[in-house]
């Protein structure tokens, strides 16, 4: 079946560090590609998503591209802030019952000191 | 920005209770979704549902478990027996199309005791 495979973490850097967390994933067919983020005592929120290909979707500063041959969603951003401290989901939807059934990976905790 | 709810935000039962979990999703959407979360676990889907049925389910639903929309805002999620294992963080979610992201509740976490 599908599966979405994340680092391990926690990933520890400092404030204005690069920040890359691999994901990668194994589907059948041709899924959407989703980065949630959660943060402490919070639920989960959609942070970028990517349909097809060689998209790149992006927010906050935050990106990930869509590579088909490497069946990659790496999320990176050139400057992390101490706020950005929580944990990532790599998720996909692979939307073949037509339902958007959506697969995690196992969440990479992110902690960034001043 | 339009929210789903989710009501409790914590809820402690005894082993053999029933539970209902309760979500409110946002008005124009039409597909619903329960997740769970065991503490250090991944996020697993449980069941969806779309025009007063589910459209699929997981392993993990069993016949302890059930969804209902009773009055056309409310969806709830009903686990006859709790067991120990049942204690995790649970999540509703909706969405307007198959193709746009969730938007998921703040979760409920039961534990079982």
């Known amino acids: 079946g599908d599966s979405v495979t994340q680092m391990e973490g926690p990933v520890t850097l400092s404030e204005e560090a690069f920040l890359t967390i691999n994901c990668t994933y194994t589907a059948t067919g041709y899924p959407s590609l989703f980065w949630y983020v959660q943060y402490p005592g919070e639920g989960l929120q959609l942070l970028l998503k990517a349909t097809k290909a060689d998209d790149k979707g992006s927010n906050k500063g935050f990106e990930a591209t869509y590579r088909k041959e490497t069946t990659s969603f790496h999320l990176e951003k050139g400057s992390v802030q101490v706020s950005d401290s929580a944990v990532y989901f790599c998720?996909?939807?692979?939307?073949?019952?037509?339902?958007?059934?959506?697969?995690f990976g196992t969440g990479t905790r992110l902690l960034v000191s001043p | 920005e339009p929210e789903v709810t989710q009501t409790p935000s914590h809820q402690v039962t005894q082993m053999g209770q029933e539970v209902i979990l309760r979500c409110v999703p946002i008005s124009n959407h039409l597909y619903f979704y329960w997740y769970r979360q065991i503490l250090g676990q991944k996020v697993e889907f449980l069941v969806s549902?779309?025009?007063?049925?589910?459209?699929?389910k997981s392993e993990i639903f069993d016949d302890q478990f059930s969804v209902e929309r009773p009055d056309g805002s409310n969806f709830t999620l009903k686990i006859r027996s709790t067991k120990l294992e049942d204690s995790a963080m649970y999540f509703c979610?909706?969405?307007?199309?198959?193709?746009?992201?969730?938007?998921f509740g703040s979760g409920t976490r039961l534990t079982v005791v």
């Open positions: 998720a996909l939807s692979d939307g073949v019952t037509g339902f958007q059934k959506l697969v």
């Open positions: 549902f779309y025009n007063n049925e589910i459209s699929e």
């Open positions: 979610a909706s969405s307007k199309q198959v193709d746009y992201g969730y938007t």
